[in-house]
Protein backbone atom coordinates (compact mmCIF):
# COMPACT_ATOMS: atom_id res chain seq x y z
CA UNK A 1 0.00 0.00 0.00
CA UNK A 2 1.03 3.73 -1.10
CA UNK A 3 1.77 5.41 2.31
CA UNK A 4 1.90 9.39 2.60
CA UNK A 5 2.93 11.17 -0.52
CA UNK A 6 4.86 13.88 -0.57
CA UNK A 7 6.36 16.45 -3.41
CA UNK A 8 8.95 17.90 -3.98
CA UNK A 9 11.39 15.90 -2.00
CA UNK A 10 13.80 19.03 -2.27
CA UNK A 11 12.79 22.69 -2.72
CA UNK A 12 15.71 25.76 -3.29
CA UNK A 13 14.08 28.82 -4.49
CA UNK A 14 15.22 32.37 -3.32
CA UNK A 15 13.63 34.78 -0.70
CA UNK A 16 9.92 36.35 -1.76
CA UNK A 17 9.42 33.54 -3.57
CA UNK A 18 6.61 31.74 -3.11
CA UNK A 19 6.56 27.89 -2.25
CA UNK A 20 3.89 25.35 -2.52
CA UNK A 21 4.50 21.61 -0.93
CA UNK A 22 2.07 19.13 -1.83
CA UNK A 23 0.97 15.85 0.17
CA UNK A 24 -1.47 12.89 -0.36
CA UNK A 25 -2.68 11.10 2.79
CA UNK A 26 -2.90 7.63 3.22
CA UNK A 27 -6.01 6.43 1.22
CA UNK A 28 -9.26 6.07 4.27
CA UNK A 29 -7.31 8.32 6.52
CA UNK A 30 -9.42 11.72 7.54
CA UNK A 31 -6.82 13.52 9.59
CA UNK A 32 -4.00 15.22 7.98
CA UNK A 33 -1.37 16.63 9.56
CA UNK A 34 1.80 19.01 8.67
CA UNK A 35 4.89 19.56 10.95
CA UNK A 36 8.05 21.33 10.65
CA UNK A 37 11.54 20.00 11.39
CA UNK A 38 14.67 21.92 12.64
CA UNK A 39 17.88 21.63 14.66
CA UNK A 40 16.51 24.24 16.98
CA UNK A 41 13.17 23.51 17.65
CA UNK A 42 12.88 19.54 16.73
CA UNK A 43 9.31 18.41 15.15
CA UNK A 44 6.53 21.27 15.62
CA UNK A 45 2.41 20.48 14.45
CA UNK A 46 2.02 23.32 12.62
CA UNK A 47 -1.89 22.40 11.22
CA UNK A 48 -4.07 19.79 11.95
CA UNK A 49 -6.94 18.70 8.83
CA UNK A 50 -9.82 16.15 10.21
CA UNK A 51 -12.50 15.37 7.56
CA UNK A 52 -10.71 18.13 5.31
CA UNK A 53 -11.72 20.80 7.89
CA UNK A 54 -8.75 22.46 9.69
CA UNK A 55 -9.38 22.02 13.26
CA UNK A 56 -5.91 23.39 14.80
CA UNK A 57 -3.86 25.95 13.09
CA UNK A 58 -2.22 27.49 15.93
CA UNK A 59 1.64 26.09 15.58
CA UNK A 60 1.56 28.28 11.75
CA UNK A 61 4.03 31.04 12.81
CA UNK A 62 2.54 33.62 10.79
CA UNK A 63 0.41 34.81 8.11
CA UNK A 64 2.83 34.14 5.36
CA UNK A 65 1.82 30.37 6.03
CA UNK A 66 -1.43 28.91 4.58
CA UNK A 67 -2.85 25.34 4.37
CA UNK A 68 -5.96 24.21 2.13
CA UNK A 69 -7.11 20.72 2.00
CA UNK A 70 -9.56 21.00 -1.14
CA UNK A 71 -10.42 17.03 -0.92
CA UNK A 72 -9.81 13.88 1.42
CA UNK A 73 -6.73 13.17 -1.00
CA UNK A 74 -4.51 16.01 -1.21
CA UNK A 75 -3.16 18.66 1.25
CA UNK A 76 -0.97 21.58 0.41
CA UNK A 77 1.37 24.17 2.65
CA UNK A 78 2.28 27.57 0.82
CA UNK A 79 4.62 29.85 2.24
CA UNK A 80 4.44 33.25 0.90
CA UNK A 81 6.87 35.48 0.67
CA UNK A 82 8.94 32.27 1.82
CA UNK A 83 12.13 33.76 3.80
CA UNK A 84 15.85 31.88 4.82
CA UNK A 85 14.22 30.93 8.03
CA UNK A 86 11.65 28.87 7.16
CA UNK A 87 14.38 26.30 5.74
CA UNK A 88 13.66 23.01 7.62
CA UNK A 89 12.15 19.65 7.00
CA UNK A 90 8.42 20.04 6.22
CA UNK A 91 6.42 16.69 7.39
CA UNK A 92 2.59 15.13 6.14
CA UNK A 93 1.26 12.90 8.25
CA UNK A 94 -2.12 11.11 8.64
CA UNK A 95 -4.22 9.06 10.25
CA UNK A 96 -7.34 7.29 10.88
CA UNK A 97 -9.37 8.73 13.66
CA UNK A 98 -12.63 7.69 15.17
CA UNK A 99 -14.35 8.96 18.43
CA UNK A 100 -12.35 7.37 21.11
CA UNK A 101 -9.81 6.10 19.52
CA UNK A 102 -6.04 7.33 18.71
CA UNK A 103 -4.97 5.86 15.27
CA UNK A 104 -0.90 6.18 14.76
CA UNK A 105 -0.07 9.30 12.83
CA UNK A 106 1.99 7.71 9.62
CA UNK A 107 4.69 10.43 7.93
CA UNK A 108 5.86 10.97 4.54
CA UNK A 109 9.70 11.02 3.69
CA UNK A 110 9.31 15.38 4.36
CA UNK A 111 10.52 18.13 1.43
CA UNK A 112 13.53 19.58 2.72
CA UNK A 113 12.91 23.08 1.90
CA UNK A 114 16.29 25.56 1.57
CA UNK A 115 15.30 29.63 1.13
CA UNK A 116 18.53 31.15 0.23
CA UNK B 1 9.51 19.60 22.96
CA UNK B 2 10.06 20.95 26.50
CA UNK B 3 7.37 18.73 27.67
CA UNK B 4 8.86 15.25 26.24
CA UNK B 5 12.59 14.41 27.64
CA UNK B 6 15.24 11.99 25.61
CA UNK B 7 18.86 11.80 26.08
CA UNK B 8 20.12 12.99 22.82
CA UNK B 9 22.68 10.32 22.13
CA UNK B 10 23.76 6.65 22.74
CA UNK B 11 26.52 4.52 21.58
CA UNK B 12 26.63 0.61 21.66
CA UNK B 13 28.30 -2.47 20.14
CA UNK B 14 26.54 -3.93 17.31
CA UNK B 15 24.84 -7.17 19.34
CA UNK B 16 24.72 -5.20 22.66
CA UNK B 17 21.31 -4.24 23.72
CA UNK B 18 20.54 -0.58 23.49
CA UNK B 19 18.34 1.16 25.93
CA UNK B 20 16.47 4.36 24.99
CA UNK B 21 14.92 6.51 27.95
CA UNK B 22 11.87 8.94 27.97
CA UNK B 23 9.98 10.96 30.32
CA UNK B 24 7.04 12.87 29.68
CA UNK B 25 4.69 15.22 31.75
CA UNK B 26 0.88 14.61 30.73
CA UNK B 27 -0.19 11.63 33.11
CA UNK B 28 -3.46 11.22 31.34
CA UNK B 29 -1.71 10.17 28.21
CA UNK B 30 -3.68 7.47 26.33
CA UNK B 31 -0.86 6.41 24.24
CA UNK B 32 3.04 6.94 23.64
CA UNK B 33 5.17 5.98 20.94
CA UNK B 34 8.26 5.37 19.35
CA UNK B 35 9.66 6.81 15.96
CA UNK B 36 12.66 5.79 13.98
CA UNK B 37 14.31 8.19 11.64
CA UNK B 38 16.47 7.30 9.38
CA UNK B 39 19.10 10.28 7.12
CA UNK B 40 17.08 11.61 4.67
CA UNK B 41 13.12 9.87 5.47
CA UNK B 42 10.64 10.63 7.32
CA UNK B 43 9.20 9.03 10.76
CA UNK B 44 8.44 5.38 10.64
CA UNK B 45 6.20 3.98 13.42
CA UNK B 46 8.42 1.65 15.51
CA UNK B 47 6.04 0.87 17.94
CA UNK B 48 3.35 2.20 20.84
CA UNK B 49 2.21 1.30 23.96
CA UNK B 50 -1.81 2.15 25.49
CA UNK B 51 -1.03 3.66 29.10
CA UNK B 52 -2.69 0.87 31.06
CA UNK B 53 0.03 -1.69 30.13
CA UNK B 54 3.68 -1.76 31.42
CA UNK B 55 5.33 -3.71 28.99
CA UNK B 56 4.75 -4.45 25.40
CA UNK B 57 7.04 -6.61 23.38
CA UNK B 58 7.47 -6.63 19.52
CA UNK B 59 10.37 -9.11 18.36
CA UNK B 60 13.55 -7.40 19.17
CA UNK B 61 11.56 -4.79 20.88
CA UNK B 62 10.56 -4.13 24.18
CA UNK B 63 8.72 -1.08 25.13
CA UNK B 64 8.64 -0.48 29.39
CA UNK B 65 6.06 1.97 30.66
CA UNK B 66 6.11 3.45 34.18
CA UNK B 67 3.33 5.54 34.69
CA UNK B 68 3.91 6.92 38.12
CA UNK B 69 7.53 8.08 37.15
CA UNK B 70 6.47 9.32 33.68
CA UNK B 71 8.95 7.27 32.42
CA UNK B 72 9.16 5.32 28.74
CA UNK B 73 11.97 3.09 27.49
CA UNK B 74 12.45 1.65 24.56
CA UNK B 75 15.05 -1.49 24.63
CA UNK B 76 16.67 -2.84 21.10
CA UNK B 77 18.23 -6.48 21.82
CA UNK B 78 20.62 -7.58 19.54
CA UNK B 79 21.50 -4.33 18.28
CA UNK B 80 22.49 -3.82 14.14
CA UNK B 81 23.68 -1.13 12.36
CA UNK B 82 20.62 -1.17 10.40
CA UNK B 83 19.59 0.26 13.87
CA UNK B 84 21.51 3.42 13.99
CA UNK B 85 18.86 6.26 13.18
CA UNK B 86 17.53 8.96 15.25
CA UNK B 87 14.59 7.39 17.94
CA UNK B 88 11.55 9.81 18.95
CA UNK B 89 9.31 9.08 21.95
CA UNK B 90 6.24 11.21 21.79
CA UNK B 91 3.33 11.40 24.37
CA UNK B 92 -0.76 11.92 23.30
CA UNK B 93 -2.37 15.29 25.07
CA UNK B 94 -5.72 16.47 24.61
CA UNK B 95 -5.43 19.21 22.63
CA UNK B 96 -9.42 20.35 23.04
CA UNK B 97 -11.02 18.02 20.46
CA UNK B 98 -8.15 15.82 19.43
CA UNK B 99 -4.91 13.87 20.49
CA UNK B 100 -1.82 15.86 19.74
CA UNK B 101 1.51 14.19 19.45
CA UNK B 102 4.04 16.02 21.25
CA UNK B 103 7.67 14.82 20.66
CA UNK B 104 10.89 14.71 22.49
CA UNK B 105 14.17 16.28 20.78
CA UNK B 106 15.37 12.58 19.69
CA UNK B 107 17.90 9.97 20.48
CA UNK B 108 20.85 9.38 17.83
CA UNK B 109 21.80 6.06 18.34
CA UNK B 110 25.55 5.12 16.56
CA UNK B 111 26.00 1.30 16.56
CA UNK B 112 29.43 0.52 16.25
CA UNK B 113 30.61 -2.82 15.33
Known amino acids: DAGVIQSPRHEVTEMGQEVTLRCKPI?????LFWYRQTMMRGLELLIYFNNNVPIDDSGMPEDRFSAKMPNASFSTLKIQPSEPRDSAVYFCASSFSRPGGNEPQHFGDGTRLSIL | GEDVEQSLFLSVREGDSSVINCTYT??????LYWYKQEPGAGLQLLTYIFSNMDMKQDQRLTVLLNKKDKHLSLRIADTQTGDSAIYFCAETKWAGGYNKLIFGAGTRLAVHP
Open chain 2, 26 to 31: DSSSTY
Open chain 1, 27 to 31: SGHNS
